[in-house]
């Protein structure tokens, strides 16, 4: 760290409010964002730091000030984030980000957005590095739930009738975040409502970006709540209009995706798996293409904990009842080949043992609620003869395609 003289930390601490006064007087949208990013790798607010540190009564630059309310909190907040000190930080952001919102609701035009969009960033940055330093000294990690009130606030101020409500939706998807973080997304269904019936949003006039945003994060939730079409149509449209320069978030939305698409019998290109990294549902697009059961849970077993994680383990598992509809396929195919005038019927004892082959131990009772399984649920048409233990296909399309639907419920 270079050395700093008194003066000089002076001279930064007041030219950093200087500069936030500036900004504010002129409703300049651009300058006002960096003063308020305490977790950017700014060399400025590193040195600001520096100066807070050297000069211990920096408040008196401050305290007279008209936004003082604002400013002292927030400095405090800077010195205490380069100190590493997150807890201390966060208190004293949420407290400098309440007296701005305060200013902002008193602002008829909505030239502050962005500052405001930095704010409700920062805050759940800093709640999040808040509760990691708590927990780790054993205490009860509680700041993200507070950025999740404040930023409840925040949509409260930009749902209203004027300019400001183009705002909403960024901070809506930063509350998505924070709800997915602490494993609370039910709370996620009152904003939804908030954004998609109240007749003051036009969900066209948001940035594509926080569109983009929010169809990945409703249409993860409707993944949990397996509405596969709903999820399908959603995160879609993300992928359509996400920048195709942020691959990164490109594989995001795919990661949710390609399961969905796996649901409603959509096979993607192994291609994509490959181009955005993600080969662990290889052996599960293998495993649906083969009939291959025990491959399926192979794949499912070698990346269980990567699949509970986001949360799609259970889709993924339910695409057994696919596999299960191949494999029987298959069986009927070679049956054709063999003998087409009996091919629609296939002897129960021959699952039994495609399925022994497979290594996958079934008695013929639980083969045989599979196959009622398959036939209710409309991947097989036919029936299932009891009493001679055959499964009777019907000779006409005996394996209906699911055509980008889901399976019945």
Not at 54 to 61: A, E, F, K, N, P
Not at 330 to 351: G, N, R, V
Not at 370 to 392: D, F, Q, R, T
Request: charged letters at 25%; hydrophobic letters at 45%.
């Amino acid at each position: 760290m270079a050395y700093m003289s008194m003066g000089e930390a002076h001279r930064r601490i007041a030219d950093y409010v200087s500069r936030f006064s500036d900004a504010v007087s002129a409703q300049d949208p651009s300058s006002l964002p960096p003063l308020l990013s305490v977790s950017s790798p700014s060399a400025s607010l590193s040195s600001l730091s520096q100066a807070l540190t050297l000069l211990q009564d920096w408040s008196r630059l401050v305290n007279s000030h008209p936004l003082a309310e604002v400013l002292h909190p927030l400095l405090r907040c800077l010195h205490s984030y380069r100190l590493s000190r997150f807890a201390d930080a966060y208190a004293s952001f949420e407290k400098s980000a309440n007296a701005f919102l305060q200013e902002f609701r008193n602002w008829e035009s909505a030239w502050a957005l962005e500052a405001v969009y930095a704010i409700a960033y920062e805050i759940r940055v800093l709640a999040e590095k808040a509760d990691r330093e708590l927990a780790a000294a054993g205490k009860s990690p509680e700041k993200l739930q507070g950025a999740g009130s404040f930023l409840m606030k925040v949509f409260g101020a930009l749902a209203g009738k004027g300019p400001k409500r183009v705002g909403a939706l960024y901070v809506t998807c930063q509350l998505f975040k924070v709800y997915f973080k602490l494993g609370t997304v039910h709370l996620c269904r009152s904003i939804i409502r908030s954004i998609e019936t109240a007749r003051i949003f036009d969900f066209e006039e948001f940035p594509t970006r926080d569109k983009v945003t929010y169809m990945y994060y409703t249409g993860r939730l409707e993944v949990l709540n397996e509405n596969f079409l709903a999820a399908d149509q959603k995160l879609t449209y993300a992928l359509m209009n996400c920048n195709s320069r942020y691959e990164a978030n490109l594989r995001m939305i795919l990661k949710y995706l390609i399961p969905v698409k796996l649901s409603i019998g959509i096979m993607p290109k192994m291609l994509l798996l490959e181009r955005y990294n993600l080969i662990e549902y290889a052996d599960v697009m293998k495993a649906l293409i083969r009939g291959d059961l025990r491959l399926l849970r192979q794949a499912l077993q070698a990346h269980e904990d990567q699949f509970l994680r986001s949360g799609v383990y259970l889709v993924l598992e339910k695409l057994e009842l696919q596999v299960y509809q191949r494999l029987v396929k298959k069986i009927y195919i070679i049956q054709k080949q063999k003998d087409a005038s009996k091919a629609h019927q296939i002897k129960l004892e021959l699952i039994v043992k495609a399925l022994k082959w497979l290594e996958v131990e079934m008695d013929a009772d639980e083969v045989e609620c599979i196959m009622s399984i398959l036939i209710y649920k409309n991947l097989m048409k036919g029936y299932y003869a009891h009493k001679n233990k055959v499964v009777v296909l019907s000779k006409q399309d005996p394996f209906p395609k699911l055509k980008g639907k889901p399976v019945s419920s």
